[in-house]
């Protein structure tokens, strides 16, 4: 096939004592995500988007949350190796469109830099990469602030197709 489509979803509790990480950039927060690694939900399901394309399971096939060598790992890690997993099968990505969903902070004024740092990983123009945040209008886990969710849709296609 030239074209493959991949979604991808993660979701990660908020607390105290912890940094927020998003898309690859630290951002300043009373709470951030609980996690094995850094936590960045955004990123986790780019991961995943991106391994769903070719079928390779999830970002826990690939980095265990209970093997010690991803603990408080930066997750620009795990997507330049996806990234790497996929060129070897004779992909590339094409674009990324993402969707955070959290009631606070407010994260447009980083999207920009989210973009960029996502295409560096990605070997891409920011262009490619589509960064959109939402609410869930004070509705559920995320509404009582006790969570956040990040959804990631992304197109492979074949390389010299």
């Not at 690859?24 to 394309?53: E, F, N, Q, R, Y």
């Not at 093997?67 to 190796?81: N, T």
């Not at 990505?93 to 902070?105: W, Y």
Request: proline share 4%.
């Amino acid at each position: 096939m030239q074209f493959r489509i991949g979604h991808g979803y993660d979701v990660h509790q908020l607390s105290a004592g912890y940094e927020l990480s998003l898309g690859g950039i630290k951002i300043p927060h009373t709470v951030g995500s609980m996690g094995h690694s850094d936590a960045d939900v955004l990123l986790h399901a780019i991961c995943d988007a991106m391994l769903g394309a070719l079928s390779l399971g999830d970002i826990g096939k690939h980095f265990k949350n209970t093997d010690p060598q991803w603990k408080g790992m930066d997750s620009k890690h795990f997507l330049a190796r996806v990234n790497e997993m996929i060129g070897e099968r004779g992909y590339s990505v094409g674009n990324i469109d993402s969707t955070l969903i959290l009631e606070e902070p407010k994260i447009g004024p980083y999207i920009p830099e989210m973009k960029r740092v996502i295409a560096e990983c990605l070997g891409l123009e920011p262009d490619a990469v589509s960064v959109k945040a939402t609410t869930s209008e004070t509705m559920g886990f995320v509404g009582r602030k006790e969570g956040l969710q990040a959804h990631a849709v992304c197109i492979l296609y074949k390389k010299g197709a």
